[in-house]
């Protein structure tokens, strides 16, 4: 048995997110500036249907649509789904519905929330009507969720839906719309990665090698993706390598954390043979190259972690290039 087989895999949470940002266009843009006004807005299709949210194009003769018309902020749930553990991001912090609901004068549902308390408290056909946010500024959110308009006996009737926002005139229309978006997951490597990743809190590069055709990966694989065969054979790996494809990053983007120009480029470690991404810093960006060797410079040990990122970055080692044959079959 290896001690690949006999370590316990390692296993991290993973947050993976960005904020989504779409232009909202001349139909989704009426309908978010109507929100703003505490107003919700539907198109007409050719067949005489109100669809809510609108859409840009008719459903059965993909003519552009043009008639908008409001609709109530009051409707019929006509499916609906529970949710006994909200997630971060989610309209309400405690549980709650996922409901199709029909607002009263469109014939298409609109998908939001339904604050009901408990699963008793909800049924298709049950009418309910919009809570407004206290501002709303131009997002499907300006409906916080909706709510029963039905009380039960003994309870005090629902207050009445808060009064249109005045015409905003004087500020920008909504032309895009920011959406955050998240994916959490529990993130567990393979036996062959964790031995790589417990490598690298050593300092050292472990690759595993093919026993049938010679190969050798790094970062490791279970299967040599060639003969089909577990790479069983555990290699370290020095730490200085060849550039093979790069690129130069000009464009800035959000959470950016080096300013362009830099170079991400795919390096072929000495005796491996398969390329990897990092970072080439310690010289300008225009004079990395294909063939240009590098070696690893390593963060101070006493940051060092089971990942990756105790490479700083690789930099150029002043050695002569190496000859494109040398790496043209990795590329």
């Known amino acids: 048995m290896t001690a690949a087989e006999t370590e316990t895999p390692l296993s991290a949470p993973l947050d993976v997110g960005f904020d989504y ?25 050719d067949d005489g249907r109100v669809h809510v949210p609108p859409v840009e194009y008719d459903p059965a003769t993909a003519r552009a649509l ?26 309400l912090r405690r549980p709650f519905a ?12 609109l998908l939001h929330a339904v604050d009901a308390g408990s699963p008793a408290g909800i049924r298709t056909g049950m009418r309910v009507r919009a809570r407004w946010a206290d501002e709303p500024v131009g997002h499907i959110r300006d409906i916080v969720c909706f709510v029963s ?10 207050a009445p839906a808060p009064p249109p926002v005045a015409d905003r005139a004087e500020g920008d229309p909504v032309s895009t719309v920011i959406t955050p978006i998240h994916l959490n997951f529990l993130h567990s490597a393979s036996p062959e990665e964790s031995r790589y990743l417990r490598g690298l809190a050593e300092g050292k590069l472990l690759g595993q090698r093919c026993p049938a055709c010679g190969k050798v990966y790094v970062p490791p694989r ?55 991404l990092h970072l080439v810093l310690g010289c300008e960006a225009s004079e990395v190259r294909m063939g240009l060797r590098v070696r690893a410079s390593w963060k101070p040990r006493e940051q060092f972690s089971t990942t990756l990122e105790n490479i700083a970055h690789f930099e150029p080692t002043g050695e002569p290039d190496a000859p494109y044959e040398s790496f043209a079959h990795h590329l």
Do not use: H, M
């Open 21 to 45: 940002t779409r232009s909202v266009g001349p139909v989704l843009g009426r309908f978010v500036n109507a929100l703003r006004e505490r107003r919700v807005l539907g198109v007409r299709g």
């Open 98 to 109: 996922w409901a199709l609901i029909r607002l009263d004068g469109a014939d298409t549902s």
């Open 149 to 158: 308009t039905e009380s039960p006996p003994g309870d005090p009737a629902p």
């Open 222 to 276: 279970g299967a040599c993706p060639t003969d089909g065969v577990p790479t069983t054979d555990e290699v370290e790996l020095p730490d200085t390598g060849t550039v093979t494809t790069f690129c130069i990053v000009n464009v800035p983007f959000l959470g950016q954390r080096l300013k362009p120009p830099y170079v991400a480029a795919y390096i072929l470690l000495d005796g491996a043979d398969i390329a990897f």
């Open 66 to 91: 043009t008639e908008f018309t409001d609709v109530a902020d009051e409707g019929t749930v006509e499916s609906w789904s529970w949710v006994a553990e909200p997630l971060d991001g989610q309209p």
